[in-house]
């Protein structure tokens, strides 16, 4: 009498609660809200042992029986809801097709059970061939990256729906028991070639390209959001630009630099030679070969004077070449051919010409200029600047790296 | 000597942008933590650190303490040179989103095709027009009057200022790279840093006025 009133009182107590439990299990995951009103239901529940509470919030959470039991109820409904095309040829294999085969061949019906038999096996391949179908429209959902929709916030739309059709086609496809297959199969032999080996098989096969083709449109999804919220980016600065044409952000007020901002650019680092490495030492010593210079004597002046002719027929006049140009041409020459890389600051010293920084970077940038444009392209030329202090839109040049353009 | 290690830590002092676009190599070995951890390390002690943008596809080499007065200067120069030439950057995007074919703004490892960018510009006058600001700007000075010199000097520039590299054999085909995310990344905090109103907000003001 025991046992009987208390599964007669657990019932009741389903029944009584029927509405807490239901809206538990279809909108909050099982979880029943902590309230006045449910206080009840959960006091019932759990004496019935038909709840059980969640160890960090203590949140009442519907016993794994219950909610299997409501998934079962639920199950007809939900194959309907998803795709009703596909669920309604299992419907009708499972609960006419094959109980009516199995009746034929109960009792002998030899016709009957032929003609039942090629129901089944077309039914089959029918409910094959729509979930490949199926599925592959997914997967061309994807492939086509919904660009036939070019706003991003409608393409996004018609990539939530899709989405949402692919799950509740996955729901259909869960909703398949192999079991249920199995059993109803039962001992005939072409029954269970086909429910218990040949669908299965498509139905698992389905199924997991459906789940990956779910996930890579969550994926573009995601990917169209960002893309959607970069586009609003663009807009808010294409805006600015037309709205004020002489727009141009600005961050002197700024105290903390925050993270983006903080890049290192312009941070040159050249390798200097280390002489004293003898390991270096053939390598440098067919560097200096040729920067082998005969000693200067103050009476045979440097380099070939050039003869200039004048047309007015005044007397002719003899240039010496000035040391700096020459100097200059050297270097030049030196990274064109020798692929040299070095700055106007240690090229000066190595140089040993009285002459300003200033003037040498000048003459430097002069000789480069006079270059024909082939060899001028075969150098890469990065000044090392600073904006001024007073005058941000003015640059001070403290040096100049050249190097052969890589 | 570990050498994609001195790969790296190169990439990097050359103020290089390293994506799995630009650098698959030192892409990948910066994205191992301890690995990252012994260039952050080596790269700490010459005052530096490697960052890396939020949506993880581009490392970078930033200052360990950039609060100090003359880094701060530096950073507020080198901001100065990036947004001289944004405007000609920002119409590019437009550019290739409305004539590149996903329709989408360029993301870093996109491929885009100058023959396809060119097809669609050719039949849009407004893209066209678009073209012939960006060309015409500072940041690419070309002077090329046809639309196919006009975009490819774009495009060259625009690999130059490493936001795309080269890619397949065609020579008509770019890869973005994560730059790009740190373009947009710098764009978001000037939009919020001087309160540009987006989409939504300017639909908002004008609907209150």
Redesign the interface.
């Known amino acids: 009498m025991s046992a009987e009133h208390d599964a007669q009182a657990a019932i009741s107590a389903l029944y009584n609660h029927r509405q807490t439990i239901v809206r538990a299990h279809i909108n909050d995951r099982g979880t029943i809200p902590d309230s006045e009103d449910t206080n009840a239901a959960i006091t019932a529940l759990k004496s019935h042992r038909l709840v059980w509470f969640h160890p960090e919030d203590e949140a009442a959470q519907l016993n794994g029986f219950l909610s299997q039991l409501l998934d079962h109820t639920l199950r007809n409904f939900r194959r309907q809801m998803a795709s009703e095309i596909i669920s309604g040829i299992l419907e009708n294999l499972q609960n006419h097709l094959v109980v009516d085969y199995l009746e034929a061949k109960k009792r002998c019906l030899q016709q009957d059970q032929e003609r039942l038999k090629t129901e089944i096996t077309g039914c089959i391949y029918d409910l094959i061939d729509r979930l490949i179908q199926s599925v592959t429209v997914f997967a061309q959902y994807l492939s086509s990256g919904f660009t036939y929709v070019s706003d991003l916030e409608l393409r996004m739309r018609e990539n939530q729906r899709v989405i949402r059709m692919g799950e509740k086609l996955n729901d259909v496809i869960k909703e398949f028991d192999m079991e249920e297959l199995d059993h109803l199969a039962g001992n005939d032999e072409d029954l269970r070639r086909l429910l218990s080996r040949t669908l299965p098989r498509y139905i698992e096969r389905a199924q997991t390209e459906l789940v990956n083709t779910l996930h890579q449109l969550t994926a573009l999804l995601n990917s169209t959001r960002e893309g959607a919220k970069r586009s609003r980016l663009i807009g808010a600065f294409e805006r600015a630009y037309a709205n004020d044409k002489g727009f141009e952000p600005s961050i002197d007020g700024l105290v903390n630099i925050p993270r983006i901002l903080n890049w290192v650019q312009n941070q040159t680092v050249l390798p200097w030679v280390n002489s004293g490495d003898a390991s270096a030492e053939l390598v440098l010593a067919g560097y200096c070969q040729g920067l082998v210079k005969a000693p200067k004597t103050d009476d045979e002046p440097e380099g070939t004077p050039v003869t200039i002719e004048d047309a007015t027929e005044l007397p002719s006049l003899e240039l010496r070449p000035d040391p700096i140009v020459s100097a200059a041409d050297d270097l030049i020459q030196c990274v064109l051919i020798d692929g040299l890389k070095t700055t106007a600051s240690k090229s000066l010293i190595a140089s040993e010409i009285d002459c300003p920084m200033s003037l040498w970077m000048g003459v430097l940038m002069n000789c480069i200029h006079s270059l024909s444009s082939e060899k001028r392209g075969r150098l890469k030329v990065t000044f090392i600047e600073e904006n001024d202090f007073l005058y941000p839109d003015n640059y001070s040049v403290y040096d100049i790296v050249i190097g052969p353009n890589l | 000597m570990d050498d994609t290690f001195a790969l790296v830590c190169q990439l990097l002092?050359?103020?290089k942008m390293i994506c799995s676009s630009s650098n698959a190599g030192a892409f990948d070995y910066l994205s191992v933590e301890h690995q990252h951890e012994k260039v952050d390390q080596h790269m700490g002690r010459m005052g530096?650190r490697v960052?890396r943008t939020h949506d993880q596809n581009t490392f970078?080499?930033?200052?360990l303490d950039?609060?100090q007065p003359h880094l701060?200067?530096?950073?507020?120069?080198?901001?100065?040179?990036v947004?001289?030439d944004?405007?000609p950057i920002?119409?590019w995007?437009?550019l290739a989103?409305s004539a590149g074919?996903?329709?989408?703004?360029v993301?870093p490892g996109e491929i885009i095709s100058e023959i396809e960018l060119l097809a669609s510009i050719e039949h849009s006058s407004a893209q066209l027009q678009t073209l012939v600001d960006i060309a015409s700007s500072r940041f690419v000075n070309s002077k090329s009057k046809e639309p196919k010199g006009m975009l490819n000097a774009t495009i060259n520039r625009l690999c130059e200022q490493g936001y795309f590299v080269p890619a397949g054999n065609t020579g008509t085909q770019y890869k973005a790279t994560g730059k790009w995310s740190?373009l947009?990344?710098?764009?978001?905090?000037?939009?919020m840093?001087?309160a540009?109103?987006?989409?939504?907000e300017?639909q908002n003001q004008m609907e209150l006025m």
């Open positions: 002092l050359d103020n530096y960052a970078y080499l930033s200052y950039a609060s701060a200067n530096r950073i507020k120069s080198q901001f100065r040179h947004v001289n944004l405007e920002v119409k995007l437009r989103m074919a996903t329709g989408r703004p993301s740190w947009y990344e710098l764009m978001t905090f000037i939009q840093h001087m540009l109103p987006d989409d939504d300017q």
